[in-house]
């Protein structure tokens, strides 16, 4: 049974940092493309951050650029995504995917969430004071 289990979420302060991860369960995510999408109550799924199977180069979205790094620890099989400098409006559900081709971050239609492979359960992050 293949599975990606997304969890690090919480309730931090502006300003402060989470490390979310992405684990792998029933497949190895070495060979897959990994990415963050978050989504806040009454707004669209939005792309955070990708990292490619191919050369794991790694690719963000405007939202996540300068604050988030994303990386791959290929021994726990597990990708991560370093959040620091956390603003309220980071405010959401995080969810991890993989795919075996490139992932297109800026895509937001059903149609091509449903053609992801996989899709972890969301893990919440509240930044708040």
């Known amino acids: 049974d293949v599975q990606l289990q997304a969890c690090g979420g919480g309730l931090v302060q502006p300003g402060g940092s989470l490390r979310l991860s992405c684990t792998g369960s029933g497949l190895i995510l070495d060979n897959y493309s990994v990415g963050w999408w978050r989504q806040a109550p009454g707004k669209e799924r939005e792309g955070v951050s990708k990292i490619d199977f191919t050369d794991s180069s790694a690719g963000y979205t405007d939202v996540a650029k300068g604050r988030f790094t994303i990386s791959r620890d290929k021994a726990k099989n597990t990708v991560y995504l370093q959040m620091n400098d956390l603003k309220p409006e980071d405010t959401a559900v995080y969810y991890c995917?993989?795919?075996?081709?490139?992932?297109?971050?800026?895509?937001?239609?059903?149609?091509?969430?449903?053609?992801?492979?996989?899709w972890g359960q969301g893990t919440q992050v509240t930044v708040s004071s």
């Open positions: 995917a993989a795919d075996r081709s490139t992932l297109l971050l800026e895509v937001r239609t059903r149609q091509y969430f449903d053609a992801v492979d996989f």
